[in-house]
């Protein structure tokens, strides 16, 4: 498995100078290849390979000494991210997404720089850099795997970081439970699961919008350019970074107690960017689509298997009989007029996402022709690896077993529902 490992840095005031320097060297690297890159297509209609500009590094190096203080490996990292860039730019177009061309950047939007295998060692908690210095590292856990990149870089806060990027970490696989659970993000809660527990939104953003207002406000009454506006930045960067964390720390809790609790995690394909620029302030705070990064990188480390299910009416669809209720984001009760389920909608929704992930397939209901029982609270899976298969149990509201399905494991891809068994009770 691949992993970084991220640590707070702390350094003389002459090293964090020669980091300065070569992180801006960087940058200047940076722009040049985007020029280069950019006039050759405009004058010539040619494009320049990553690997071309890579060979001119030695003819700048003897023309501008000072990237001589740079290590070489640092530099072709330099050409590689504006092709980088370039390739991202490109996949966009041809994907007929909105592309920003690469741009150039000033000081503020360059803050870090990379070495690989060569050029540094670290001894305990010591990190030396070749041309630059020593840096002490607060090492809070051990780094795991063969180190492959070594990233500095500076937070806009102005902290210093390291990043190490490994290969080979080892899993750390969880206790199995079998048990499958199906997830719903939404406004109002969170989180909401299909046994009906919900997680608050914790809404970080509005706890210190009004210190973020005040901050913003200062910053815009400096004079640009004085030390005061300097200050200001700072403060507001803090503000920031303060909800970043708050909100990853949360993040990290909530994926941990859902994978602990579940081998299998069913949830709702979020669609990308458009439906995120879409969402209002409230529901960015809730930064679903960090979160769900943070539950599959988890899940890979932790064995543990997320799925997603096509965000297809989970909302409408009754979770009990499959007739499409509709209802706006008001309402906030599933109340169904055929089957007369009546949950929470953000409950029903789970459970939907539970029963699409169980049958993975595009289907609403697993066995839609079978008869199924009104009014019944909530439903879970039990998987029986021994006997590769799995149990559905529809609980009706007084918990009592109404409801039972069985569905045949097989395949890489886990569940093929193809065969099916029905047991009613009461
Ligand atoms: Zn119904």
Redesign the pocket.
């Known amino acids: 498995m691949k992993k970084t490992f991220k640590f707070r840095i702390n350094a003389s005031k002459t090293t964090i100078q020669k980091v300065e320097e070569v992180i801006n060297l960087c940058r200047i690297l940076y722009n040049l290849c985007l020029e280069q890159r950019k006039n050759a297509w405009q004058f010539h209609k040619k494009s320049i390979s990553a690997n071309s500009q890579k060979t001119q590094l030695p003819e700048l190096k003897r023309a501008f000494p000072e990237f001589k203080n740079v290590p070489s490996q640092t530099l072709q990292d330099v050409v590689e991210r504006i092709d980088g860039a370039f390739q991202g730019f490109f996949r966009r177009i041809k994907a007929g997404e909105k592309s920003g061309y690469p741009r150039f950047k000033g000081s503020a939007r360059y803050d870090s720089f990379t070495l690989k295998q060569s050029g540094w060692q670290l001894n305990g908690n010591h990190l030396s850099i070749k041309k630059i210095g020593i840096f002490k590292i607060k090492l809070h856990r051990p780094i795991l795997g063969d180190i492959k990149t070594v990233i500095i870089r500076r937070s806009s806060s102005g902290k210093w970081f390291v990043c190490f990027s490994c290969d080979n970490v080892p899993l750390n696989p969880l206790p199995k439970t079998g048990k499958a659970i199906g997830v719903d993000v939404g406004c109002e809660a969170f989180l909401t699961d299909s046994d009906g527990r919900q997680i608050e939104n914790p809404r970080f953003l509005k706890q210190s919008e009004k210190t973020l207002q005040e901050r913003q406000q200062s910053l815009s009454r400096k004079k640009r350019g004085s030390n005061r506006r300097a200050k200001a930045r700072l403060l507001l960067a803090k503000s920031h970074e303060k909800i970043r964390n708050q909100r990853r720390d949360f993040h990290f809790k909530t994926a941990n107690e859902l994978l602990k609790a579940n081998d299998i995690v069913c949830i709702e394909k979020l669609k990308s960017w458009k439906t995120w620029r879409s969402l209002n302030k409230s529901m960015r705070d809730a930064a679903w689509i960090n979160f769900i990064s943070v539950l599959k990188g988890k899940a890979v480390e932790a064995v543990r298997e997320i799925r997603e299910v096509p965000a297809k009416n989970t909302s409408q669809i ?6 499409i ?1 509709p209802k706006n984001l008001s309402v906030r009760i599933h109340h ?6 009546n949950i929470d909608r953000d409950i029903n929704a789970a459970i939907n996402i539970l029963k699409l992930g169980a049958s993975f397939r595009d289907s609403v209901s697993i066995c839609p022709e079978k008869p ?1 029982p ?1 009014g019944r609270g909530s439903s879970r899976i039990i998987i029986d690896s021994e006997r590769n298969n799995a149990i559905v149990d529809y609980l009706s509201k007084d918990g009592e077993l109404s409801f039972k399905e069985e569905l045949n494991l097989g395949g890489k891809h886990g569940f093929r529902a193809k065969q099916t068994l029905t047991n009613q009770s009461g």
Do not use: A, I, T, Y
């Open positions: 009754c979770s009990g009989c499959g007739e209720v169904c007029p055929s089957c007369h389920l199924r009104s």
